[in-house]
Nanobody, 118 residues
Framework: QVQLVESGGGLVQPGGSLRLSCAAS????????MGWYRQAPGKQRELVAA???????SYGDSMKGRFTISRDDGKNMVYLQVNSLKPEDTAVYYC????????????WGQGTQVTVSS
């Protein structure tokens, strides 16, 4: 079973940027889609961005413009670049993998905390 490990979270001031990384313990080719979700306290987990093996990307509502997902298949890595961070972006960000898309997530990472505060 492929394990997913996120990194890159932390405390950042409003307006700042972060790049989150997701390292897979094995090949990500077996997953049709990789993605990032986030969950803020008291809220449901929501899709931030997804990327397919073909490089197609999609973003959750209100995520377009400040979030960019990318992947490096050679390194089995998925990245999420987040710019112009806002306090409402504060959440735990999870890496996800789905063999047939992200309608059903087959593997989750443990999450990385992002806190946006001055």
């Amino acid at each position: 079973q492929v394990q997913l490990v996120e990194s890159g979270g932390g405390l950042v001031q409003p307006g700042g940027s972060l790049r989150l990384s997701c390292a897979a313990s094995g090949s990500i080719f077996s997953f049709h889609a990789m993605g990032w979700y986030r969950q803020a306290p008291g809220k449901q987990r929501e899709l931030v961005a997804a990327i397919t093996t073909g490089g197609g990307t999609s973003y959750g509502d209100s995520m377009k413009g400040r979030f960019t997902i990318s992947r490096d298949d050679g390194k089995n890595m998925v990245y999420l670049q987040v710019n112009s961070l806002k306090p409402e972006d504060t959440a735990v960000y999870y890496c996800a993998a789905g063999r047939y898309g992200l309608a059903v997530v087959d593997q989750w990472g443990q999450g990385t905390q992002v806190t946006v505060s001055s």
